[in-house]
């Protein structure tokens, strides 16, 4: 059971580029999520999905596209980088959202944006 | 003002000794109290929850709610190296579709 995972685990991208940070779930879980951690302001959600073809803004959407067109798949896209968006980018799923569900976080994708 | 606030500082405790951490949350109605550890270069994992008020014990962790203070705390008994993590405060809100976090305590257990 692989749980989480994302790719790639690091990347270097210049300003103005384009990526896509993939994440994919094996545990058939409804809801998932991507979360950036940066030094000092601890972990800040991006965007959710509730379910298949359903997604909404977090606290930090801004520079940020999801989709979500299978139950497994969740990529975050950014589509022009900027030195901002240098952080370490967590991958979340859970059953469904709510209390009482745990939430698994994958092991993390370093992005560093000259 | 953000949902629950952590103060970020380091903690270097020998080993063996009572870890203790805290948060505090902004909304009395918020019912459901999350800690998550964290190791160097991994993802957080659930460590415990509560539900609404009281202690909850699981080995030798403790976790504390006070809703009256609107305040929160993790305490950590007999502290081994193998707790040295980052530990992390977090609360669903927005219709539980969101979790906030602390942001985390970096705690070093020394031999």
């Known amino acids: 059971n692989a749980g989480v995972t994302q790719t790639p685990k690091f990347q270097v991208l210049k300003t103005g580029q384009s990526m896509t940070l993939q994440c994919a779930q094996d545990?058939?879980?409804?809801?998932m999520s991507w979360y950036r951690q940066d030094p000092g302001m601890g972990l800040r959600l991006i965007h959710y999905s509730v379910g298949a073809g359903i997604t909404d803004q977090g606290e930090v959407p801004n520079g940020y596209n999801v989709s979500r067109s299978t139950t497994e798949d969740f990529p975050l896209r950014l589509l022009s980088a900027a030195p901002s968006q240098t952080s370490v980018y967590f991958c979340?799923?859970?059953?469904?959202?709510?209390?009482?569900?745990?939430?698994?976080f994958g092991e993390g994708s370093w992005l560093t944006v000259v | 003002q953000k949902e629950v606030e952590q103060d970020p500082g380091p903690l270097s405790v020998p080993e063996g000794a009572i870890v203790s951490l805290n948060c505090t949350y902004s909304?009395?109605?918020?019912?459901?109290f999350m800690w998550y550890r964290q190791y160097s270069r991994k993802g957080p994992e659930l460590l415990m929850y509560t539900y609404s008020s009281g202690n909850k014990e699981d080995g030798r962790f403790t976790a504390q709610v006070d809703k009256s203070s609107k305040y929160i705390s993790l305490f950590i008994r007999d502290s081994q190296p193998s707790d040295s993590a980052t530990y992390l405060c977090?609360?669903?809100?927005?219709?539980?579709?969101?979790?906030?976090f602390g942001k985390g305590n970096q705690v070093v257990v020394i031999p």
């Open positions: 977090a609360i669903p809100y927005y219709g539980n579709n969101r979790l906030a």
């Open positions: 909304n009395s109605a918020f019912q459901y």
């Open positions: 545990m058939n879980h409804e809801y």
């Open positions: 979340a799923s859970s059953y469904r959202q709510g209390f009482g569900n745990t939430i698994y």
